[in-house]
């Protein structure tokens, strides 16, 4: 029994993930690469490694001619003398197996073994990397910043690096090597280097990965997210609801004194999140989206997605949010075009429409550092 190489194929197995069936594969071929680099050929060569015992064999198959003399191909040919060592019932024209010391294959034949073996090896590694990644994608996992590329930022996720684009990038974070966050997976690849695994920290489904493993309610069914309208670095909208009337949505992705919704807006860094009831009635809906502004009316149209909302005078400018944010992203959460104006204004102007806030940009930063609107009390 070959006790070395089978501790070497267990070690494979269980450090790469490499089933031992491939690696036998791998020798096999190996040892047909090698047998064809000593005699330049290899058409009547096979190879057998036994499985149990990792012993091999190298077998031949050979033409029995009668005399040496007759022999034209020594490696497809075999005289009748030399035959019968092998068999003793062999006869001339039939076919006997003669056995190949791989002992004897010289340097370059046996490196390039090696190198067969090697390749098949790095080729599984990264196939199985590749999978088990793959597996992943869309789902939220844990990394540690390892240097910055550019302007990208290399994640160590154990046994594959992430690439975090500039694009990706939330402008109000700032990380330093060893700095462990979570990312999301939006894309893995496979490539002749490996598996390339693009990550994200601006993408919603990030927001929505990160309540579903913090909130038991959601992970079980219970509570269901259903849209999700995000800033990143600044503020997100989530609506949430339940078909269980015993259970609270916004309470439970809440937690108790706030825990489970503030354990998320560490990670986040700050960013804050309004959780909402999500409502069938586009109407009840949208004036949900926008709190914590005071609605007095709202009139949705559901063929044409658009909403007229009307709010006190004096919470106008809650309503609509610096620069504009809290009607856009209450606009991206419900799907609807919503046009706002105060109850002055929907008095002297029926007809009105106020677009503005929904092409308008902002800077993050400078919102980020002015004083925010008042938080949603659950």
Known sequence: MNKELMEALDILEKEKEISKETLFEAIE?????????????ADNITVNVNRE??????????????TKEEVEDDVLQIALEDAVKYSKK????????????????GRI????????????????????????YYEK????????????????????????DALLNENEQVKTEHFKPTDRIKVYIVEVKNTTKGARILVSRTHPELVKRLFEAEVAEIADGTVEIKAIAREAGSRTKMAVWSDNPNVDPVGACVGMNGARVNSIV??????????????????????????????VAVFADPEEK???VVV??????????????????AARLTGYKIDIKSETQAKDAPGFRYEDYLDDEYEEEEYYEEESFEEVEE
């Open 137 to 160: 994608e869309k789902d939220v996992v844990t990394g540690i910043v390892q240097r910055y590329i550019g302007k990208n930022i290399s994640i160590d996720l154990g046994k594959a």
């Open 29 to 41: 071929n190996s040892l047909l690469t090698a047998c064809k680099n000593h005699f330049g050929k």
């Open 266 to 295: 560490d990670e986040l860094r700050g960013e804050k999140i309004d959780i909402i009831n999500w409502d069938e009635n586009p109407g009840n809906l949208i004036q949900n989206a926008l709190s914590p502004a005071k609605i």
């Open 306 to 308: 658009t909403a007229k």
């Open 109 to 132: 034949a046996t490196q390039n073994a090696k190198n067969v073996i090697l390749q098949k090896i790095r080729e599984e590694e990264r196939s199985v990397i590749y999978n088990q």
């Open 312 to 329: 006190p005078d004096y919470q106008l400018s809650l309503a609509i949010g610096k620069e504009g944010q809290n009607a856009r992203l």
């Open 90 to 105: 062999a006869k001339v024209g039939e076919m006997v197996d003669v056995e190949i010391k791989s002992k004897e294959f």
């Open 53 to 66: 015992t990792c012993d091999f064999k190298v077998v031949a198959s050979k033409e029995v001619v009668a």
